[in-house]
């Protein structure tokens, strides 16, 4: 059974290389079209309901 080196991080970093990949132009689209409907959510149905639930509470 072989042993399992005790290696300090800094010497074993030297083999982690991140690489990371674009995000595709269609995911981008996706997640700009859900903030826009959550901006128009919040401005058309959140604000004017929460304006009556607070000034008058059943």
Do not use: K
């Amino acid at each position: 059974m072989s042993r399992v080196e005790q290696t300090d991080a800094r010497s074993e970093h030297q083999f982690h290389h991140y690489r990371g990949n674009r995000i595709p132009w269609f995911v981008r689209l996706m997640w700009v079209c859900f903030w826009c409907f959550v901006a128009y959510y919040v401005a058309v149905y959140l604000v004017p309901s929460l304006r009556i639930e607070l000034i008058s509470p059943p």
